[in-house]
């Protein structure tokens, strides 16, 4: 059974860090694309970032955020940095059965999300 767990959501001021993790575990995290996602209250779910075969972010997160990966520990992060109020939202890390990225939700698996909010 494949499961992802995020962490490391939280309430920060405009400006500030946050670092998320996500944990993949019963399929080969090697062998996986890793994409987060982002979804704000009344608003679709959006890409934010990816890394696999290469590393994809959305021009929102360009400059600002960074995805990396471990494939020791199985884990994916997503360092945020310079934080604004419009960053608030769920965090979505979700996991693809091939290494190609995608900018779409077409993702095989998904994490129940993380809540960040970014206080103004």
């Known amino acids: 059974q494949v499961q992802l767990v995020e962490s490391g959501g939280g309430l920060v001021q405009a400006g500030g860090s946050l670092r998320l993790s996500c944990v993949l575990s019963?399929?080969?995290?090697?062998?996986?694309?890793m994409g987060w996602f982002r979804q704000a209250s009344g608003k679709e779910r959006e890409f934010v970032a990816a890394?696999?075969?290469?590393?994809l972010y959305a021009d929102s997160a360009k400059g600002r955020f960074i995805i990396s990966r471990d494939n020791i520990k199985n884990t994916v992060y997503l360092q945020m940095n310079s934080l604004k109020p419009d960053d608030t939202a769920v965090y979505f890390c979700?996991?693809?059965?091939?290494?190609?990225?995608?900018?779409?939700?077409?993702?095989?698996?998904w994490g129940q999300g993380t809540q960040v909010t970014v206080s103004s």
């Open positions: 890394i696999g075969d290469t590393i």
């Open positions: 979700a996991a693809r059965a091939s290494i190609m990225v995608l900018r779409t939700t077409r993702y095989d698996y």
């Open positions: 019963g399929r080969t995290f090697s062998s996986s694309a």
